[in-house]
């Protein structure tokens, strides 16, 4: 250790050379974050044939609206505003019934002792990790089975059994978080039961509701396999599996297009994401910082 | 609704017996929190079996059903005709053999391991430096480095993969474009996706891009819970940053590192969207299957039911060992 007088400029000096180094990658992080996104939007506002040129552009100079329109109107391919509405029905189907019924079980295993409660909470928790595709075959069959292909009930019907476990999990969070001793303050002011939780309660839960909801809401826009499986009919796809039309490994593929089409089933997400996430981060590993 | 009288006992009436191990399912050991449930314990008489009907309903039909009948089906001579109503034909394991003793089963199973090692491991690696670097930026440039990775986020996974699809296009990619005209390297018309180790490269970067936020967000609230003191206290006693980082931060964190851990080593080992999406870009299909894709090439595309059933149960019973970590770790977190 040399004199005090010597290190404390060096650590100063060092100090700052960490700052700029921190800065330097907080900017690569923002970038390579950030650039799929920019490059996905820039290139869909830009003529296919300017995307396909020698030169890039990384601002649409000759901004054009031509990809959505001719993407939105079909392009010889799936339609696009049924599989809007296709994917809107199927989420918000799924969201409202799993909301219910997820909301019901999570009452029931928190605001109640009862034999089983905990084998109900670890079946629950090896649901969730079951892949889809391994399930593909037989919910096929079952669906197959109802008649039910090339239908919103029977894929929503298969979203809803998707996103319970997740959903009542959290939702077992969010109740869990609000103590009983309010419920049991307005019970001793005379409330009954019931009415205690539906005028205490339940307001406190509603942020919860509203974010649990919405990642449903997310999971079920974006699933992928099941849609693939049992909605193949254009009439009946829905958003992403309508994307998947316009990959065509023969023929050339028309990226400016593409793009536009990525974009428009991105938005909806990303919107409702930011809108969420805040709320559902901790909810995966809740507690876990308690140690 | 009657309410349910007060148990003297702290414990619940009915011990139940958990299905991992047999500790700490019945009361938390927290004495204040056991009192508290104590109020309602032993409550509703059938209420909580009346709430718990619809979720076990559609959860009892639409997965414990399919999962018996894929379970029949693994061991079933199961193919075309036997879904347009012909009767299937017992075959005992014959499905599991035949799956055992296939050279691409083997291939495929090697591959999916291999290649979630290497996400889960990237994605960590990085997610742990992005959530220390947020730890240590201000206000402005933290708030900058969350909208990135929040964008990133949110991308839905087909479209992320067709991003980047596009970005390592053969002929136009932004990617082959800077590395030919900007750093002068012979990457003109390289194909990125035609050789399968270049293939599992892209794969890689799209799903660590899109892993990696959930990863920093999770650990950065973790690391914001250190307490101060304890790192200054380590500071005195003259431990560096590395030792503070590892001796005192990851000590603090590991209950978080661990579960997430998990979460990625399941998702990455089931990937399906990212990797059937990019073989529809370029890609040659038999040398990039994943066991997700695999799966769905056999059954689906094949017709061999029966060996997809096979290939599916062993692939579920390997998450489930994989996740039993995840439901440990969790109920002991969350003290049930």
């Not at chain 1, 189907?93 to 009452?107: G, S």
């Not at chain 1, 239908?151 to 059994?161: D, F, Q, R």
């Amino acid at each position: 250790m040399t004199a005090a007088s010597a290190t404390v400029p060096r650590r100063r000096r060092r100090f700052r050379i960490g700052s700029l180094l921190a800065g330097a990658a907080a900017i690569v992080v923002f970038v390579a974050s950030v650039f799929p996104v920019y490059w996905m939007v820039n290139t869909s506002f830009q003529p296919n044939a300017q995307v396909r040129g020698s030169e890039l552009h990384f601002w649409p100079d000759n901004a054009t609206l031509d990809n959505y329109t001719s993407i939105i109107g079909g392009g010889g391919r799936a339609p696009f505003l049924p599989a809007l509405g296709n994917s809107l029905a199927v989420a918000l189907i799924t969201v409202a019934v799993a909301l219910v019924f997820a909301f019901f079980a999570a009452l029931a295993v928190t605001r109640f002792r009862f034999r089983s409660r905990a084998a109900f909470i670890v079946t629950i928790l090896i649901i969730q990790m079951i892949p889809a595709e391994a399930m593909i075959i037989s919910i096929f069959r079952l669906i197959d089975g109802w008649h039910l292909l090339n239908t919103i009930i029977g894929l929503s019907a298969v979203y809803i059994a998707t996103v319970l476990p997740f959903t009542i999990w959290t939702l077992r969070g969010f109740v869990n978080g609000v103590p009983v001793e309010l419920e049991e303050a307005a019970m001793i002011d005379g409330l009954s039961r019931s009415q205690a939780f539906w005028r205490i309660t339940f307001p406190l839960l509603a942020p919860g509701l509203v974010a649990t909801g919405i990642f449903g809401f997310i999971q079920a826009w974006n699933e992928f396999v099941f849609a693939l499986v049992l909605n193949p009919r254009p009439e009946a796809m829905t958003l992403p599996v309508w994307l998947r039309t316009f990959l065509d490994p023969n023929g050339g593929i028309n990226w400016a297009e593409l793009m536009a089409g990525s974009t428009l089933v991105a938005v909806p997400v990303v919107i409702f994401f930011l809108i969420v996430q805040g709320r559902m981060t901790g909810g995966l590993v809740s507690g876990a910082v308690k140690g | 609704m009657p309410t349910p009288p007060a148990s003297p006992n702290p414990v619940s009436p009915s011990p139940a017996v958990s299905a991992v191990e047999g500790e700490r399912l019945t009361a938390p050991p927290d004495p204040a929190a056991s009192g508290r449930r104590a109020r309602r314990s032993g409550g509703g008489g059938f209420t909580p079996y009346a709430l718990l009907m619809p979720a076990l309903i559609v959860l009892a039909v639409i997965t414990g059903w399919p999962l018996v009948q894929l379970l029949i089906m693994s061991v079933q001579k199961f193919g075309r005709a036997q879904v347009f109503g012909a009767p299937p034909e017992f075959i005992g394991l014959g499905n599991y053999l035949d799956v055992l003793t296939d050279p691409e089963f083997w291939q495929v199973l090697s591959r999916s391991v291999v290649f979630a090692a290497v996400c889960v491991v990237t994605t960590m690696i990085l997610g742990v430096l992005v959530a220390l670097l947020m730890n240590r930026l201000g206000a402005v440039l933290r708030t900058l480095v969350s909208v990135g990775l929040l964008l990133a986020w949110a991308m839905p996974p087909l479209s992320a993969t067709i991003v980047w699809g596009w970005i390592f296009d053969t002929q136009y990619g932004v990617l082959n474009y800077m590395l030919t005209n900007w750093l002068g390297l012979d990457f003109a018309g390289h194909q990125w996706l035609i050789e399968p180790l270049s293939f599992f490269f892209v794969a890689t970067i799209i799903i660590v891009w899109g892993a990696v936020p959930f990863v920093a967000f999770t650990v950065y609230a973790g690391l914001t819970q250190v307490p101060e003191e304890v790192l200054e206290a380590a500071q005195l006693d003259g431990a560096g940053g590395f030792q503070r980082f590892f001796l005192v931060v990851v000590p603090f964190i590991r209950p978080i590192l661990t579960i997430v851990t998990i979460l990625q080593v399941i998702w990455d080992l089931r990937v399906f969207t990212q990797i059937y999406s990019l073989q529809s870009i370029g890609g040659l299909a038999e040398q990039t299957n994943t066991l997700g894709v695999y799966i769905y090439r056999v059954s689906l595309g094949s017709g061999d039911f029966g060996a997809g059933g096979a290939i599916s149960v062993i692939v579920v019973l390997l998450l489930v060992a994989v996740s039993i970590f995840y439901v440990r770790r969790s109920l002991k977190e969350e003290a049930l």
